[in-house]
């Protein structure tokens, strides 16, 4: 299995970090796909095929980590890229919620 679950939606409470320079100060750090649940069921392929998906938006996948467990909210189409280059890790911006 690539990730450690598909989930549908965010368990957490809102962060307040809608946009994406919301994220600018944490910072990037290696994550193991299989240790993330998404937050997301379904991924859209001409986001996942496009060449410049990552050229408007943040270059690394948004994770939050919230009472133990890493939820992909962004980034979903970077790591299955990841996955399918037989990679496993991700680099994710990840904001722990406590």
């Given at each position: ?8 939606g965010r ?88």
């Amino acid at each position: 299995m690539i990730f450690k679950a598909v989930g549908d939606g965010r368990p957490y409470p809102e962060h307040g970090r809608s946009q994406t320079r919301d994220w600018v100060d944490v910072p990037p750090r290696q994550v193991r796909l299989d240790e993330l649940v998404t937050t997301k069921r379904t991924l859209d392929l001409d986001t996942l095929l496009a060449e410049d998906s990552t050229f408007y938006g943040d270059l690394f996948a948004h994770v939050v980590e919230y009472e133990g467990t890493m939820y992909l909210e962004d980034g979903l189409h970077r790591a299955v890229r990841a996955a399918l280059q037989q990679r496993p890790v991700l680099h994710a911006r990840v904001l722990i919620l406590r």
